[in-house]
């Protein structure tokens, strides 16, 4: 049974740091990446990584976001510099095993779902 649990969202103020940690992927999940959503929004994609490295960002975070996995210690990291207030969401990290050719930012290809962290970034 995978569990992925999120932690180190907060409230920072405009071009503060973050860095989220997601905990419990495991090794045959080989597609993972970070989402967000934002009140009266829907879900977006805001970075993905699979096995081999290769990371996806969308356009909206990148050069400030970078995802990342320490997989001595089965943690997935999104570290977040440059905040700003558009970056208020509800973060949720997810993962799946469907490989490269599906891991990408719609999140429809990914079944486990952490629980979310709230960042809030005030101007």
């Known amino acids: 049974q995978v569990q992925l649990v999120e932690s180190g969202g907060g409230s920072v103020q405009a071009g503060g740091s973050l860095r989220l940690s997601c905990r419990g992927y495991t090794y045959s999940l080989n597609c993972m990446g970070w989402f967000r959503q934002a009140p009266g929004k829907e879900r977006e994609g805001v970075a993905t990584l699979v096995s081999l490295g290769t990371t996806t960002y969308a356009d909206s975070v990148k050069g400030r976001f970078t995802i990342s996995k320490d997989n001595a210690e089965n943690t997935l990291y999104l570290q977040m510099n440059s905040l700003k207030p558009e970056d208020t969401a509800m973060y949720y990290c997810?993962?799946?095993?469907?490989?490269?050719?599906?891991?990408?930012?719609?999140?429809?290809?990914?079944?486990?779902w952490g629980q979310g962290t709230q960042v809030t970034v005030s101007s």
């Open positions: 997810a993962a799946s095993n469907v490989g490269s050719d599906y891991c990408d930012l719609s999140g429809f290809w990914h079944n486990h």
